[in-house]
């Protein structure tokens, strides 16, 4: 509706696809650590909001990290329109576990205000579908309670990192 809201959000999903490349041109694509992938989407965001990780170490492949990114980045934009970033107070605790090379991991937000759940899918959930469900063949649980949002992930951690599968996929690789 609004053009420069538009150019402002694209411009944030555009830093945000950069950190994570950052990230992997760092460690030569060869994957990235989900604490520090974590730790790098979330930065902008915690303006006076309290961030918890929790979990053990877990390298990720290029190709779980993209798509993992990007959803915590739509997350994230999520928690500062709607939750727990929207006003000063407010946490997100974030913690995971990997079980049977699957990576489950938990969004829970604390905010001093109702969530409601949305009227309708707006892009950044249909971004997670896209590339959590579709993308990653993992699943994505929401439960809109009175205090905060909770989310859970799962992603398949043997999900095939070839470039040949990125290329069908319509990953470009290639620098600019």
């Known amino acids: 509706h609004d053009m420069a809201a538009f150019e402002q959000a694209f411009s944030a999903r555009l830093l945000a696809l950069s950190n994570t490349h950052n990230l992997l041109t760092e460690s030569a694509w060869s994957g990235v650590e989900l604490r520090e ?4 989407e979330l930065e902008p965001f915690r303006d006076g909001s309290q961030v918890l990780l929790s979990g053990p170490s877990v390298a990720l492949t290029s190709k779980v990290a993209i798509a993992l990114g990007m959803a915590i980045h739509e997350m994230a934009t999520n928690a500062t329109k709607h939750g727990a970033f929207r006003a000063g107070g ?4 974030i913690s995971w576990s990997v079980s049977d ?3 489950r991991l938990e969004w829970q937000e604390r905010c001093g205000h109702p969530i409601v759940p949305p ?12 590339t959590i ?5 993992g699943t994505v649980d929401t439960i ?4 905060g949002l909770q989310a859970t992930f799962t992603i398949p951690l043997s999900v095939d990192d070839s470039m040949k599968d990125q290329a069908e996929a319509g990953v470009d690789l290639e620098p600019a």
């Open 133 to 137: 469900v579709r993308e990653l063949q």
């Open 90 to 93: 407010g946490s997100v605790r």
């Open 101 to 103: 090379e699957n990576l």
């Open 144 to 147: 809109y309670n009175n205090d």
């Open 37 to 40: 992938l974590l730790t790098r």
């Open 119 to 130: 009227s309708r899918q707006g892009f950044g959930s249909r971004l997670i579908q896209q």
